[in-house]
């Protein structure tokens, strides 16, 4: 696979070269980018996408997962991976101290797989997640009117 990165290092010429290029599906199939997919970029035919460091800012990630979601000539659906940021692996939550010191990152991590799962097609995944996160770090309390998890 040709991979092409689209940073903040590329001109704005050579960056809408890349998109081009990509668009035609010619020799790039893969861009990896740095901050530079939230705002401004129209790219409808990206099918797939890995999002390695997502922000807990939902304005950010609402305008990456834009992104993605663009409809175009024959893309019914999009795939998002969101990775998700723990502390620690869960098997090595061992005491309060672990779940206080951690509880700040897992509300802002929770919210956001809350936010992509409601538009998702999995949606039970993404829960299953949340309830193992629960299941370590307190209970789950699931409100309606937000339609989100609150810890």
Known sequence: MSCLQFTASESSKERQM???DFQRGNSCQVLVSMKCLDEGVNIPKIRIAFILASSTNPKEYIQRRGRVLRKAEGKDFAYIYDFI???????NVKNNEDIEFDNSLIKREVSRMTEF??????PYATDK?????FSIYGAVVYNEEEEGYIL
């Open 18 to 20: 890349i998109i081009d």
């Open 85 to 91: 940021t723990l502390p620690r692996d869960l098997h």
């Open 117 to 122: 799962s409601k538009l998702s097609l999995n």
């Open 129 to 133: 997640l949340i309830e193992e996160l």
